[in-house]
């Protein structure tokens, strides 16, 4: 992540995509909160930064991307965040999705297998603010069993299949927002576990992800 200025422009684009996201459904106005003050192209390198508050997503390193700030938006808003939620992202990225949870006051805990990414994260720019942000190397799949139980697990890239460890992972009563692969797109889950350890499964809308791949790569 580069320093750069958050200037009256990039607030004035940013207030935009708000009104763009609204028009898209997102009505939770605690996400819209935060996705509003998140400097998104801060997680961008400077040849986006006119583009960084349009509504796609753009590449970063490793051949990874920067998810769609609607993706971001409803993914968060499925989650549906209490204070002091104990939070696991599958997959840092650009660190984007991570920062707009940990602006939302939840304590968050994500896993990027990609080392390159990793370091990367030692250069987040908002250390000092968001000390409820926790960034690890590893496979995702393995979840972070130290940490467990979580009230809500995140995963942002394509799940070929539902990890049975993250389940695990859930505390009762707790929630996962997961896109399962169907092929050509992936369809948005949220799964709840139940008091008895079963879960229950609500599907919504499709969407295109980058891979949740095993293992961890550097
Ligand atoms: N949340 C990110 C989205 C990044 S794209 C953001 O806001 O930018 C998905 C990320 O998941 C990629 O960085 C990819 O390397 C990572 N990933 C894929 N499989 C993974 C796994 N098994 N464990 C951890 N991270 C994984």
Do not use: W
């Amino acid at each position: 992540m580069r320093k750069c200025e958050d200037t009256y422009r990039h607030k004035g684009l940013r207030k935009k995509l708000i009104d763009v996201l609204r028009e898209k459904g997102i009505t939770d106005e605690q996400v819209l909160k935060a996705i509003n003050s998140i400097p998104r192209h801060f997680f961008l390198d400077s040849a986006f930064d006119e583009i960084a508050y349009e509504d796609r997503a753009f590449p970063i390193s490793e051949g990874q991307t920067i998810s769609q700030p609607y993706t971001v938006a409803y993914q968060t808003q499925l989650l549906q965040l209490k204070p002091f939620d104990k939070v696991l992202e599958i997959g840092t990225g650009s660190m984007y999705q991570a920062a707009v949870l940990a602006e939302m006051g939840v304590k968050v805990f994500t896993i990027e297998r990609q080392k390159v990414l990793f370091e990367k994260t030692k250069q987040y720019l908002f250390k000092c603010k968001h000390t409820n942000l926790k960034f690890f190397y590893g496979d995702g799949y393995a979840g972070l069993p130290t940490f467990a139980p979580f009230d809500k697990v995140l995963i942002t890239a394509a799940a070929p299949f539902i990890p049975p460890n993250l389940i695990a992972q859930l505390k009762p009563g707790g929630k996962m927002v997961i896109p399962l692969d169907e092929g050509k797109h992936q369809r948005m889950l949220r799964i709840t576990k139940n008091t008895d350890g079963g879960t229950i499964e609500e599907a919504f809308e499709n969407f295109s992800f980058v891979p949740m791949l095993a293992g961890r790569n550097g």
